[in-house]
């Protein structure tokens, strides 16, 4: 489910004076499923946008009672060494009204260079290094100082030009607008936010058809945080993995929306949902530029590593051995999420006739039938050995049972011919070579286990992970979840 409803990009411009209509100024627009279309100014005797018109423009559409996201390509915020080269207090809002008394390029007739040369303003009063760059526009790479003047395309005079517009916009309409980093990592659900974009990033990602070089800019911002919000990645860059020191830095400074800073994450998951994460985790690192390593194994296995001190990044297991372990203080407290609910299913070797297990008498009569079964050592063969008691045949069928080994795959045990008839999590069935599956118990007899995940007490990479489990109970993990038997958490 994507989180907001209407994507705006916004290509920014520095020229002339705020009531100028400029050609460098775009805007592009998608709601819903639609491609971003190029959104026109109002229709006035100017025929492009005015820095003016677009943050009224956004006042407007912001205070609709649609969750949009806006993306403007121009810096929010300024190296720390600025603060403290003028003795600033480190808070945002703060800043915005100190740089509008010092900057005030939102008054009429008011040029940039009008303030740069003393003609207006106090600008001498408030200056920066073109040496000094943020810590987001380091990882971003070609990113330039927002003191570097005087360049084609200079972000120093669109960054010094639309800032007191972010105070605009702020003033007009409060807490009703979330403007990222600056109010908060998380944006709450149904709010609409505002952040600071690059669309040098994503340029190559979008084929650039006869757009002119700023409307494919404003294009590329919308279109990269449209398929973000989409395919569930956007919410890994809102939360980008930064040190406790950086992410205090960037409260600050202020952070580009897409500059990622990659993790490694290291997962020990349960057997049972092996196939889907094949499937799912490497969309993630495609997405997020995270890597991911996955450590396999059943629940004794996994349980007895955890118990005895290991550390990783995520823990998948039963939601039951997940609790205890939240319990223990092995696991973060309110980090567990649900991710594939899995029954139990039925195989035998490859061409092998099929026993009936339409209903709880004829899966009876074929266990009794049967001349050898094969059960795991995991949370289905805890209940299967105690459906036998209740069906009453525990007894009868106890010396036919093979049960394998802690971390081994049933599949795997009845392609070779270990059992006649096998029986384990349906996911880990599916994919298995030499074997036919049969199909799930039936409907009365057939228990659900919860596959849960849970952030390591301990992890060295807690955000990256939290991205990674978003990722995994988002709705663009669901088909991949079905696809291996599993029902989403």
Not at 11 to 18: H, L, M, N, Q, V
């Amino acid at each position: 489910m994507s989180a907001f409803d209407r994507i705006i990009g916004i290509d920014y411009s520095g020229a002339e004076t705020p009531e100028a209509s400029l050609k460098g100024l775009r805007v592009y627009m998608t709601e819903g499923d639609a491609p971003p279309v190029e959104a026109p100014p109002p229709p006035t005797v100017r025929r492009y946008w005015t820095r003016r018109g677009i943050a009224e423009w956004l006042v407007e559409r912001l205070a609709e009672p649609v969750p949009t996201l806006v993306g403007i390509d121009h810096g929010f915020s300024f190296p720390l060494r600025y603060f403290k080269r003028h003795g600033l207090k480190l808070d945002w809002p703060a800043f915005l009204d100190d740089f509008q008394r010092h900057w005030p390029t939102d008054k009429d007739h008011t040029y940039v260079d009008f303030i740069r040369d003393g003609l207006s303003g106090n600008g001498a009063a408030r200056t920066g290094s073109a040496r000094w760059r943020r810590l987001t526009e380091e990882r971003a790479g070609g990113a330039k100082s927002v003191f570097h003047f005087d360049v084609p395309g200079s972000v120093a005079k669109s960054t010094h030009a639309g800032i007191p517009w972010l105070r605009f916009i702020r003033r007009h309409l409060g807490d009703r607008v979330h403007f990222w980093p600056f109010d908060g990592w998380e944006i709450l659900a149904g709010r609409s936010a505002i952040a600071e974009v690059y669309p040098a990033l994503w340029r190559r990602n979008f084929a650039r058809a006869d757009r002119t070089d700023d409307q494919h800019d404003a294009y590329c911002a919308a279109a990269w945080l449209r398929r973000a919000d989409r395919d569930g990645s956007l919410a890994g860059f809102l939360k980008p993995c930064l040190t406790p020191p950086e992410r205090a830095l960037a409260n600050v400074e202020g952070w580009i929306l897409g500059v990622a800073t990659f993790a490694d994450i290291t997962v020990i998951a349960s057997n049972a949902v092996k196939e889907a994460l094949a499937e799912l985790v490497p969309r993630f690192e495609q997405a997020s530029g995270h890597a991911v390593t996955i450590i396999w194994g059943g629940t004794l296995d996994i349980s007895k590593r955890i118990g005895d001190g290991e550390v990783v990044d995520i823990v998948i297991l039963g939601a039951e051995r997940i609790e205890d372990f939240i319990r223990q203080g092995r696991i973060a407290a309110g980090s567990r999420l649900d991710i594939a609910r899995s029954g139990i299913g039925v195989a035998v070797p490859a061409g092998a006739r099929k026993p009936d297990i339409s209903s709880a008498a004829a899966l009876q009569a074929s266990l009794l039938a049967a001349r050898s079964i094969v059960l795991s050592s995991g949370p289905s063969s805890v209940y299967l050995a105690d459906l036998f008691r209740r069906m009453g045949i525990a007894d009868q069928i106890k010396s036919k049972i093979n049960q394998i080994g802690p971390g081994l795959p049933v599949g795997k045990a009845v392609a070779n011919r270990a059992g006649e008839i096998g029986f384990t999590q349906v996911s880990e069935l599916l994919a298995v070579a030499g074997i036919d599956y049969v199909g799930p118990l039936p409907a009365d007899v057939q228990h659900v286990t919860v596959f849960s995940a849970g952030i390591h007490a301990a992890a060295p990479a807690p955000d990256a992970a939290k991205a990674l489990l978003e990722f995994l109970t988002g709705p663009q993990a669901a088909a991949a979840i079905r696809h291996w038997g599993m029902e989403p958490g």
